[in-house]
């Protein structure tokens, strides 16, 4: 079928609205009539090159909800009418990591940056003109349907409003069990969250639900903290620098015994300032993702060995999709998971360029594309 696409077409240019052919779901695909995308930060690093995907044009998007239309041969745990969010890693439930419980590392997802559909390693996107479309994670949200392998699909409640639904196909989930699985938050701890954007604003609420006894904030942009602050952080810092005097007294120099980084973009000088927050024993979490092509990092190996300090890398909040997304919606709907106040504004796709540049600026939480029929 014909629709539209926010396509990239090189490193460093913006969004552009193009026409594109998805072609029908095959076996244990599930095509979806999309209704929201998260625009989350990962999707600015396909701009920049930080994350290299197989090819160009790229169709960018990798959170969304959406509504069923069809399904392919052998597609038994959802049917059209149904509700969804599609989960940005895929999770297969049999390949060897998933047995081991860490559907997160699915090995589904070695194919998540090539463009090639799971199901038959052929393109289901394609351009006016005919060229393959490399669809970020082997989604692209940012196009109002799509066609995905059944993997990347996770059944709702029909009650669950659709942009908050969108947000748990990566930046919940992501922030949240940053905080609570890859951390491990145990009540008392005192918790530092560097960077305060969706995932970040997730990781505190987490920490919160989990039972820290205090949840610094650490961001540049002052609206972030003190939207951090209503979120239920402790206090909240413009930089490290700040932080640390400050933290050193709260904690009689213990400092934090987790810290949660969820910054935008990590640059590899930043490790052991973080880690020096770190308390003896202690987590830092590295959620925030830097340029894959980046392998220079700062870090003082003694302190690390002598105050058996941990540096933990965390992907999706070690989160097992089809589990957890339910989950934190339950949450959602129980009133103990604020996801509708990390919605900061709501655009049409015709609006992405200037969407990322208010998430750059530090205006958004996050920002939201609502479909609408004029994209259908």
């Known amino acids: 079928m014909k629709t539209k696409g926010a396509l990239l077409r090189e490193l460093n240019s913006p969004w552009k609205i193009e026409e594109i052919d998805i072609g029908d779901p095959k076996a244990h695909e599930v095509k979806i009539k999309m209704e929201a995308a998260g625009m989350c930060h990962s999707d600015h690093h396909l701009m920049t090159g930080g994350i290299p995907m197989g090819g160009f044009p790229i169709l960018g998007g990798h959170e969304g909800a959406g509504v069923v239309e069809a399904v392919g041969e052998g597609v038994t745990d959802v049917e059209p009418g149904d509700h969804v969010v599609l989960s940005f890693i895929p999770s297969c439930g049999k390949c060897p990591s998933c047995q081991a419980g860490m559907a997160n590392l699915c090995d589904l997802g070695m194919y998540l940056l090539q463009g090639e559909a799971v199901s038959d390693h052929t393109f289901r996107i394609h351009t006016a003109d005919g060229e393959n479309v490399y669809p970020m994670t082997l989604l692209g949200t940012f196009s109002p349907y799509m066609v995905v392998h059944e993997a990347s699909v996770v059944k709702i409640d029909k009650d669950i409003p659709f942009e908050v639904a969108a947000l748990c196909g990566c930046g919940v989930p992501t922030g949240y069990g940053s905080s609570t699985r890859s ?13 305060v954007g969706g995932v970040g604003t997730a990781a505190l609420q987490g920490a919160v639900i989990a039972g820290a006894r205090n949840v610094f904030a650490i961001d540049p942009v002052e609206w972030k903290r003190e939207q951090a602050l209503k979120f239920g952080a402790t206090k909240a810092y413009a930089n490290i620098d700040e932080a640390m005097g400050d933290i050193a007294g709260i904690t009689a120099g213990g400092m934090c015994k987790k810290v949660i980084v969820t910054v935008g973009e990590v640059h590899g000088k930043d490790i052991d300032s973080w880690m020096n927050l770190t308390s003896k024993g202690g987590t830092c979490v590295l959620t925030g993702m830097g340029s894959m092509l980046d392998t220079e990092v700062t870090l003082n190996f003694a302190m690390l060995t002598l105050m058996q300090k941990n540096l933990q890398g965390s992907i999706f909040g070690g989160a097992n999709p089809k589990l957890d997304i339910p989950n934190l919606l339950s949450m959602f709907k129980a009133g103990k998971l604020n996801i509708s106040d990390m919605i900061t504004r709501q655009y049409r796709l015709d609006q992405i360029n200037e969407g990322y540049s208010d998430m750059l600026e530090g205006r958004n939480i996050r920002g939201v594309i609502r479909y609408t029929e004029e994209d259908w």
């Open 183 to 195: 951390g491990d938050v145990r009540p008392g701890e005192d918790v530092a969250i560097v960077g």
